[in-house]
């Protein structure tokens, strides 16, 4: 089918590590981006390809993606990465971009 | 570094045609797409559509009947018209810089650059 599918929230510790998954049939033609989104901001573009990072973004942010499935990890989680994380990626077959209906990151 | 500003009406009633125009600075306009996303308040984004720099477009399904993406390159600008909209429209607007990297097995896709967002309001 041509959605992704998220996890409406998660919650992690601080300085623990959290995973957050996508999944959708695009995942297995297209590697997903990640977006970091807080509130009252436009999306921040924090993983695209197979595991590349903008300049700026943290190495604690990380990507790894697997048949339909895709992930993003945040390893030692900072209170600053509390927000809503989104995946897209784009459906090889109707060339349609799609976005999961995001995750909320909670830093206890 | 690209930077993309975008501006529009802010204030719609229903069935009017929404209105938005992004510009591109600093940057090329060709090789990459030239998205518009949408976020209704307290939920998550929504792909509109997006045009490349020869001007071919690709518009979301849902919306394709009352969606018009357009460039000016000359000014390195493109512009979202969609008409008759609804309370049901009321988001933020933004635009977005999208980059296809085709591999021989797996591709990606992603958007870099976004502008700072439009709201629009549709209220009679």
């Known amino acids: 089918s041509s959605e992704l599918t998220q996890d409406p929230a998660v919650s992690v510790a601080l300085g623990q590590t959290v995973r957050i998954t996508c999944q959708g049939d695009?995942?297995?033609?297209?590697?997903p981006s990640w977006f970091q989104q807080k509130p009252g901001q436009a999306p921040l573009l924090v993983i695209y390809g197979k595991n590349s990072r903008p300049s700026g973004i943290p190495d604690r942010f990380s990507g790894s993606s697997s048949g339909n499935t895709a992930s993003l990890t945040i390893t030692g989680a900072q209170a600053d990465d509390e927000a809503d994380y989104y995946c897209n990626s784009r459906d090889s077959s109707t060339n349609h971009l799609l976005f999961g209906a995001g995750t909320k990151v909670i830093v206890l | 570094q690209v930077q993309l500003q975008q501006w529009g009406a802010g204030l719609l009633k229903p069935s009017e045609t929404l209105s938005l125009t992004c510009a591109v600075y600093s940057g090329s306009f060709s090789g990459y797409f030239w998205s518009w996303i949408r976020q209704p308040p307290g939920k998550g984004l929504e792909w509109i559509g997006e045009?490349?720099?020869?001007?071919?477009?690709n518009y979301n399904p849902s919306l394709k009947s009352r969606i018009t993406i357009s460039i000016d390159k000359s000014k390195n600008q493109f512009s979202l018209q969609l008409t008759s909209v609804t309370a049901a429209e009321t988001a933020v607007y933004y635009c977005?810089?999208?980059?296809?990297?085709?591999?021989?097995?797996?591709?990606?896709?992603?958007?870099?650059?976004w502008g700072k967002g439009t709201t629009v309001t549709v209220s009679s």
């Open positions: 695009s995942l297995r033609s297209y590697f």
């Open positions: 977005a810089r999208g980059r296809v990297v085709r591999g021989l097995i797996t591709s990606y896709y992603y958007m870099d650059v």
């Open positions: 045009i490349d720099h020869s001007a071919n477009t």
